[in-house]
Structure formats: C-alpha cells, structure tokens
C-alpha cells in the first residue's frame, strides 16, 4: 500500500487558507490575517488576548497608573478653575471681579455674587439680611472655595504654581492619587481657614490645595532620592509671602501645607505589599479627622 501524501497545513481560523506559520504560544497553524507581532516570530489573536489579560498594567512607585504622565488631571482642575474664574465675573456685572480689588496693591479682583456664594465663611449675615455659612448648614463651601479667586491676578499665580507641581506629582503618582492628594489639601486648607478665621471673614482660592502640592513635591522627591534643594526655596518664599502680605489666608495655606503634608506621606510611605489598602485607610482617616474639627468649630460657632 502506497502512503498518502503529507497535507499542508491551514489556518485554524480560516480552514481555506493554506500555512506554514504557527503561533509561537499555542503551536495553531495562523494565517497572514491572524498573525500578530510577538517578541519573537507571531501569535493567533486569542493568544494575544490572553497575554493582555495575564500581564499586570504599568504602575509608578507609589501604585498609580502611569497615565498621569499626560497630566489630564491637572489640566482639568486648572480647567475648572478658569471655568469658575469666568463665571465669577459674568456673576458680578460689571463689578470688580476680574482687577482692581484689595490685596497686592490692588490687582486682586474683589469679591462678586459667587464667591460670595462659595468662599469659607464661617457664620455671617447678608447685606439681604439673610444669615449664611458652613456653620448654617452651606458645608459646599469648604469644596468650592478651592475653585474661586478673587480676580484674575490671584487665579493666575495660583494657576501656574499648580502648572508647575501638579505635572510632576501627577506623573509621579498617578492620576487618581494626585487627584486625591489635592482635594484633600484644599480641604483641609478650607478647614484650617473655617476653625482659625473670624466667623465673618470670607476666603477663597487654590491657594490651600497650592501648598499642599509644596509639601507633597517635597516628600515624594525626597522618597525617590531626588534633589530639591531647588524646591525648598520657592516653599519658603511663598511662606513669607503669606505671613506677610495682607489679605492671604494664613490658616488656610498652612493648613493645606500640613494635610497635604500627611496625605503624601501616607502615599509615599505605605508598605508595598497592601499600599492601596494603606493608602485608601489613611486618607479615610485624615477626612475622619477633618470632619471632627469641622463639627467641633460649627458647634462653637452656634453654642
């Protein structure tokens, strides 16, 4: 009996397709529209998919995703802030809001109907006569006044020291953890400025989150053993400004230095193995704390 000649081989995804090449993973006959490019020679598509599926994502040293190296999240705080700035002056007709308010000899905008509406303010009464604050109930405000400015002048020098460290802390790490890092700052910024203010003193600006990212640079560069001795001396300068020019919050920028302080310890120090959980425990915990004093000044506000 005579043997049958050896048949060639066809593609397990096209059965008409004759082939040669296999997939260096699974050893399947692929043809030229299944082949995928692999480190070495191809692989078939569910191959390739199931690689995707079993290798873990890129992560930065802190566990973040390394798309913050594109900064989406800080352009979109200083995009939401332009947005507020705008809406500010359309808010005041005509007033003030943009240049020629109080503060640095005059080119900070004044006050105008929104930021009346979302500055800290602990306990006050209205021109209208109506009574308003976080210790009446308007807790948004120790949220929206990290978003408001009075005029441009003051959301411009806010805006470029964030251009400046939201990148880098970004890339750092990661969208999500820099996101959280500055919400908590300016809150506690917020916090720090309702305990330690006059209940009618009403105040506003990025500024709280600002330092915090200060705080943060200087202890995520320092984990990564980095020199910032350039670093240190905008800190200090900036620290001088604000003790000494009038106007500026003093609780609110040390405050959002020390919470923001915290917060980037807890995310550059949490052990590798539960860094998330730790992560995730310590910013709970650092809200807990917020809240607490946030309770305690509104019931010295109404006893």
């Known amino acids: 009996m005579s043997e049958s000649p050896p048949t060639t081989p066809v593609c397990y995804r096209h059965p008409g397709r004759e082939t040669y090449v296999r997939c260096t993973r699974c050893d399947r006959p692929i043809c030229p529209d299944c082949m995928r ?49 705008l809406l500010s002056i359309a808010s005041d007709r005509g007033g003030d809001a943009a240049v020629g308010g109080s503060g640095f000899g005059g080119l900070m905008g004044g006050s105008t109907p929104l930021t009346n509406w979302g500055s800290v303010l602990g306990l006050a009464y209205f021109p209208d006569g109506t009574l308003g604050g976080i210790a009446d109930g308007e807790w948004y405000r120790l949220v929206t006044a990290m978003f408001l400015h009075y005029g441009v002048i003051h959301l411009l020098l806010n805006m470029w020291v964030l251009w400046v460290l939201g990148r880098s802390l970004e890339a750092n790490l990661g969208p999500l953890r820099f996101g959280a890092l500055y919400l908590i700052a300016g809150l506690g910024g917020n916090v720090a400025a309702y305990l330690f203010s006059a209940q009618n003193s009403a105040t506003a600006g990025a500024s709280t989150a600002v330092f915090g990212l200060f705080a943060a640079l200087i202890i995520i560069e320092r984990k990564l053993g980095r020199d910032i001795s350039q670093v240190i001396p905008i800190l200090v300068i ?36 539960r860094r998330t959980l730790v992560q995730a425990a310590g910013a709970a915990i650092i809200l807990l704390i917020l809240l607490g004093l946030v309770l305690f000044r509104t019931a010295q506000l109404l006893g």
């Open 37 to 85: 490019e692999a480190s070495v020679g191809h692989q078939c598509p569910e191959c390739v998919n199931e690689g995707r599926r079993t290798v873990r994502p890129a992560r930065t040293a802190f566990g973040g995703g390394t798309a913050g190296r594109h900064g989406y999240v800080t352009k979109a705080i200083i995009a939401l802030n332009v947005l507020f700035m």
């Open 238 to 273: 900036n620290l001088v400004f604000t003790l000494t020019v009038p106007g500026i919050s003093i609780p609110g920028h040390l405050g959002g230095l020390v919470v923001g302080a915290a917060m980037s310890l807890v995310l550059a120090y949490a052990p590798r193995g």
